[in-house]
């Protein structure tokens, strides 16, 4: 069984960083290109990053380039986003999702929420 | 940068047929997948490449995608099928970007 679990969210100050993580497990993590996609209070949902398999490719929303890195590590069956210069706007649930062909989100997780306030 | 245009809202009786618009500059071009999200759980891909549904989810779900429109059909609605629909494509022409509709909440009546 698929299973994705986030965590790192959690409460911070405008400006400020915070680094979200994913776990993955009940599949070869390795092969499989990876997306953080968010959703704020009450509004839809908006794809935040996405990196490929042995992360040679990169992608990021216009909303989050030069903020936000996407990393990975297939040793540890783990995806990560750090968050920098965190705004207001940011404050949404973040979920990572497993692509399938086409990048579609065939798994997702639980999200964390993460909530840029003063 | 690519859109996506959903309706906010569709209404549908139960038994009856739901379908859901996603509109875009010659989707029909593009694969199209579609998710389900209940309130306070992540989304489901319930369709996927248009008309093609992953294990486990029932057939009355089905998609169509050609010219500017793609449909979510979801026949013989139940109440359980109540929650937000939001399609998806891939844009590989605008910096590889993933593009999401605005979403579309499904009443039944």
């Known amino acids: 069984e698929v299973q994705l679990v986030e965590s790192g969210g959690g409460l911070v100050k405008p400006g400020g960083s915070l680094r979200l993580s994913c776990a993955a497990s009940?599949?070869?993590?390795?092969?499989?290109?990876m997306n953080w996609v968010r959703q704020a209070p009450g509004k839809g949902l908006e794809w935040v990053s996405s990196i490929s398999s042995s992360s040679s490719y990169i992608y990021y929303a216009d909303s989050v380039k030069g903020r936000f890195t996407i990393s990975r590590d297939n040793a540890k069956n783990s995806l990560y986003l750090q968050m920098n210069s965190l705004r207001a706007e940011d404050t949404a649930v973040y979920y990572c999702a497993r692509s399938g062909g086409g990048q579609t989100m065939v798994d997702w997780g639980q999200g964390t929420l993460v909530t840029v306030s003063s | 940068s690519y859109v996506l245009t959903q309706p906010p809202s569709v209404s549908v009786a139960p038994g009856q047929t739901a379908r859901i618009t996603c509109g875009g500059n010659n989707i029909g071009s593009k694969s199209v997948h579609w998710y389900q999200q209940k309130p306070g759980q992540a989304p489901v891909l319930v369709v996927y490449d248009d008309s093609d549904r992953p294990s486990g989810i029932p057939e009355r779900f089905s998609g169509s995608n050609s010219g500017n429109t793609a449909t979510l059909t979801i026949s013989r609605v139940e109440a359980g099928d109540e929650a937000d629909y939001y399609c998806?494509?891939?844009?590989?022409?605008?910096?590889?970007?993933?593009?999401f509709g605005g979403g579309t909440k499904l009443t039944v009546l």
């Open positions: 009940g599949f070869t993590f390795s092969s499989y290109s």
């Open positions: 998806q494509v891939w844009d590989s022409s605008s910096d590889h970007h993933v593009v």
